[in-house]
């Protein structure tokens, strides 16, 4: 078992050396994959999870079919993507703001650090950091790494991955870099984690990968909330804004109200820092 190992940080060098080296090691695109969260005490709960916690999961499933249909009758409309299977059709879906299974990740840990101090300046913030690749190895044991859940269950013969997710499954999870990279998804190293198990909070599944040999499969750094603005700044100098990470006007705008942000009182420093 690979219970979570939380570490509070202690300025922008703290996390920079964990990012590199103390925690993480080099290189740190050795199948670690990060997601920043603006308040550390949210769990890794995918969008729709938070809609249909209180359904069962027959129920939430009908719920995310019924979405995905309307989804599949009018994008066109907009975009011209034509998805093979739910789990593409879902990243499609997550990119322009639709509640899913599926969760956000990156490649990047400062990537993952801009989203986890740029919001929510009074609450401390996290980066979780996964081992993507033990995960994938522990509940698919036979996938290669890197491959998408559509493209490995659809070359094994009478298997496809509509079938699979149309009943819920076990809580397991699978780390996923998309088929179709959108402009945004390429801009922030994006990765996805899917779950069988439509109820499934995604901490659950990786705290029972077993530990690795010489390093930590799962943990949480904590940025306390007196340091946010520090990060910011460090974040901006280092080109990782709203404007590199959200191409366009949506960018802009973002950028914006992170300004106005920054003009809001500074907070006290939190009791964990």
Not at 175 to 202: I, K, Y
Request: aromatic residues 10%; charged residues 20%.
């Amino acid at each position: 078992m690979s219970p979570l190992k939380e570490y509070v940080l202690h300025g922008w060098d703290d996390f920079n050396s964990a990012a590199q080296m103390s925690l993480i090691g080099l290189p740190f695109r050795s199948g670690y994959l990060f997601r920043g969260q603006s308040v550390s005490d949210w769990s890794l709960s995918p969008s729709l999870l938070r809609i249909i916690s209180g359904l069962g999961p027959d129920a939430g499933i009908e719920l995310e079919q019924l979405a995905a249909a309307a989804f599949g009758r009018q994008a066109h409309h907009y975009i011209d993507a034509k998805p093979d299977n739910c789990v593409d059709r879902w990243t499609d879906m997550q990119h322009y703001g639709v509640p899913t299974r599926v969760l956000d990740w990156t490649s990047s840990p400062y990537v993952a650090a801009f989203f986890a101090v740029y919001a929510n300046l009074h609450s401390d913030g996290a980066v979780w950091a996964a081992q993507s690749t033990l995960a994938n190895r522990h509940f698919w044991p036979d996938v290669t790494p890197g491959i998408a859940p559509q493209d490995y269950v659809g070359n094994k013969k009478g298997v496809d991955v509509d079938e699979m997710f149309r009943t819920n499954g076990p809580a397991d999870i699978f780390f996923f870099s998309p088929s179709v990279m959108h402009e945004r998804l390429v801009s922030q190293q994006g990765w996805f984690s899917v779950s069988r198990d439509v109820l499934a909070d995604h901490r659950t599944p990786l705290e029972s990968v077993p530990s690795a040999i010489g390093g930590d499969v799962f943990l949480k750094l904590i940025i306390p909330k007196s340091m946010k603005r520090e990060f910011c700044l460090h974040l901006q100098a280092a080109g990782i804004t709203e404007r590199s990470l959200f191409p366009g006007i949506d960018g802009f705008g973002r950028s914006i109200g992170t300004m106005m942000r920054m003009h809001q009182p500074a907070p006290a420093s939190s009791a964990s820092s």
